[in-house]
């Protein structure tokens, strides 16, 4: 009799008790690691192998592609309006996938070197309150390297890295040097000027 009388009790509590589900939001990357092996050139727009994102939920979900760094990572970090997604907003049904094409567009000077970031796909989460965040990201790796276009571009950013690393020695030697060179400049002219006013004063006379 208890037995049956405790069997009841469970079947009432799990009809009058809501049953609860929890939606899973997801997102999985095609491509684990991308490392272009031709060295880049300034002012060049390249294309880079595609991203496939893929809605690894069980919910409808907003997706968006972006750019990100790892903290004091040794590599360069390219700048985000360098990449163009396309698309770079899209909506994916559970278990669908998205080709995204990207572009790298590099300025016209740039600092050469070995460059690193990641390229993440990541749903959009929008709260109650309307706001719309980015949640959980899968990422792949990006490897890059970027040459000088020409000569004088490879002199020029071999000074700036030099004034860069041992700064602020560098451009105190660059102002010392400046300092003199006008003083020198002022003390010619100042000599020139007096030589003149002697001379004009001797032909008066």
């Known amino acids: ?81 360098w990449f163009k997604f396309s698309p770079e907003t899209f909506t994916l049904e559970p278990g669908e996938t998205k080709v995204v094409d990207v572009k790298l567009n590099l300025p016209l000077r740039t600092e050469p070197g ?5 390229l993440e796909g990541s749903p959009i989460v929008v709260r109650e309150e309307g706001k719309s965040s980015v949640g959980i990201a899968a990422a792949a790796k990006l490897y890059f390297e ?10 020029y950013f071999k000074v700036v890295s030099f004034f860069k690393v041992y700064a602020p020695w560098p451009q105190r030697v660059a102002i010392a040097i400046g300092v003199v060179a006008v003083a020198l400049v002022l003390k010619k002219f100042l000599n020139i000027d007096i030589s003149l006013k002697k001379k004009d004063k001797k032909q008066d006379e």
């Open 1 to 81: 009799m208890k037995k049956t009388l405790f069997a009841f009790l469970l079947l009432v509590l799990a009809v009058a008790l809501p049953i609860h589900s929890y939606a899973k939001v997801g997102v999985g990357i095609g491509t684990g690691m991308i490392v272009v092996d031709d060295k880049l050139k300034s002012g060049t727009i390249y294309t880079l192998p595609s991203l496939t994102i893929a809605n690894t939920g069980d919910v409808t979900s907003d997706y968006t592609v972006s750019v990100a760094y790892h903290t004091d990572q040794p590599e360069l970090m390219p700048e985000k309006d």
């Open 146 to 155: 970027i040459i000088p276009s020409n000569i004088f571009e490879a002199m």
């Open 114 to 118: 070995s460059y690193f970031a990641y």
